[in-house]
């Protein structure tokens, strides 16, 4: 007998589709209970997933149709082998989609039992290696928990093929000094471009825009002063427009009109401010923002002007005697997405391929979808640009390690800052990838309290008004 009853007794509603799925099909199940942390804070549902090896479901679609698919939650969905295999061209269903369906059924996420919603479903054969599996009940305090007899009940009809790669084998990272092997490995590959002899021609980046150059040369000039920053700031109209705007932001609370870069720097945000946004603006401005994002994505100048007010908002909640550079923190977390935009200028088919990927695997971060398809990633990418460019080392840390809360070494802070703000933003649904919970350790290395951080957050999503105003005057 079904056990339905210990689902309707937990409090929760059970979806008539559900319940009539599993009488029919008369499949015995236990109920799985979501565990803590050690700080007994509820895992999110995400890693929770994961950690545990579940069956996650995906609905995909394309103009035949939709198709269900399950696969384990700690695999990648390799979106081009189910295309191949089935002659067609699925992608993800649309966010607004899937809100109407768990609107619908008062769901968080899609039940992973096959025919749930009388679609055809595809059924990863990893499935049918466990004794037993936990399933995603489309609750996130619960998983249903079957033998590998009552799971292969419910698959009469599923078609059965091998889509999925282990997101472990994706994620070792060798480090920095590999990167540019990689980078060159992947441009023969994905390229008909001959490696020249420098790999900038070979990508064909922009130059360094001029007043960037200024402004980095600057930056070691110890007699530069607010009339050296203003003069270069004030020589791009665009930047400085920009720059003026961002200072009489409400996000700022200025008191009075801001007339000029001068009143900007004195008066609002600050020399070391002002020197490290203006870099950050000016090097966003140097690549296209791609119009052919993954459906669903943060925009790029909305995630970096909320990854920068974030660590804004935890440099400040650090201690003074253990502080890191506010500037050089600020700036990391404007430029912390710019790897984002040199895979859609270096790579535009294979961009669009890593799109799809991203729309398919929303338990996935990035970083593994693009070391599946290219062997590099974005953060490979924009790190080595950087230190082309002769940006602070500070910088190019944290932009290569901002995805590894574990790294080490010298201004190995910068980057635990960023994974620190994008793990939180992500937390409160902004930003792409799966929400996880944050290594205490982190907040220990950081000398800050993880209170602290989440009144950092709190303040940055009550400010969204504002900062939505910020981010939309520079994509404009």
């Known amino acids: 007998m079904t056990e339905i009853k210990e689902l309707e007794d937990s409090g929760l509603p059970v979806p008539n589709s ?3 799925l599993l009488e029919t099909q008369n499949v015995n199940y236990n109920v799985s209970w979501t565990s803590v942390d050690t700080a007994s804070n509820r895992i999110w549902h995400d890693q929770h997933l994961r950690n545990v090896g579940a069956v996650k479901s995906l609905i995909l679609q394309d103009k035949q149709g939709q198709l269900q698919v399950l696969i384990p939650a700690d695999c990648l969905l390799d979106l081009k082998v189910v295309n191949r295999q089935l002659g067609r061209e699925l992608r993800a269903m649309p966010r607004a989609a899937l809100r109407r369906f768990f609107d619908k059924y008062q769901l968080q996420s899609i039940p992973a039992l096959p025919k749930l919603t009388g679609l055809p479903t ?10 037993e599996l936990l ?7 619960q998983l249903l928990k079957l033998t590998q007899a009552d799971f292969r009940q419910t698959l009469s009809d599923a078609e059965i093929c091998d889509i999925t790669v282990p997101l472990k084998e994706l994620e070792t990272d060798h480090g920095k000094t590999d990167d540019v092997n990689q ?6 590959n994905f390229t008909t471009l001959r490696v020249k002899q420098r790999l900038e021609e070979t990508l064909e980046l922009p130059p360094l825009p001029d007043s960037a150059q200024r402004i980095i040369k600057m930056r070691v000039d110890p007699n530069a002063d607010i009339s050296d920053l203003a003069t270069i700031v004030e020589t791009d109209p665009s930047l400085a427009a920009q720059v003026v705007s961002w200072a009489a932001s ?4 200025a008191p009075g009109k801001i007339k000029s870069i001068h009143d900007a720097i004195v008066r609002v945000l600050g020399f070391d401010m002002v020197l490290n946004l203006a870099l950050g603006l000016a090097l966003g401005k140097t690549l296209n923002i791609p119009k052919d994002g993954p459906e669903g994505m943060t925009s790029y100048w909305k995630m970096s002007v909320y990854t920068a007010a ?8 650090i201690p003074r005697e253990h502080r890191p550079g506010f500037g050089l923190a600020y700036l990391s977390g404007l430029l912390s997405n710019f790897g984002y935009l040199i895979l859609a200028e270096v790579f535009p088919p294979h961009f669009k391929t890593i799109c799809r990927y991203i729309e398919a695997n929303p338990h996935a971060h990035h970083r593994v979808i693009e070391q ?3 062997g590099i990633s974005r953060e490979q990418l924009s790190s080595w640009l950087m230190d082309l460019w002769y940006m602070p080392q500070e910088v190019v840390t944290a932009l290569r390690f901002q995805n590894n809360p574990q790294c080490q070494g ?5 980057a635990k800052l960023i994974y620190l703000a994008r793990s939180l933003l992500r937390q409160a649904g902004i930003g792409t990838g799966p929400r996880e919970e944050v290594p205490p350790l982190l907040f220990e290395e950081l000398h800050l309290e993880r209170e602290k951080a989440e009144a950092a957050l709190a303040s940055v999503i009550e400010s969204s008004t504002e900062l939505d105003t910020i981010a939309g005057q520079l994509a404009n």
């Open 250 to 253: 409400p996000y700022y609370s």
């Open 410 to 414: 010298e201004h190995s802070e910068y």
């Open 18 to 20: 559900l319940k009539q």
């Open 372 to 374: 599946h398809i290219l």
């Open 122 to 131: 595809l059924v990863d054969s990893r499935l049918l290696e466990p004794e």
């Open 135 to 141: 399933l995603d009940s489309g609750n996130s305090d």
């Open 183 to 188: 980078i060159i490995g992947a441009v023969r």
């Open 310 to 317: 974030m660590v804004e908002g935890l440099v400040n909640s």
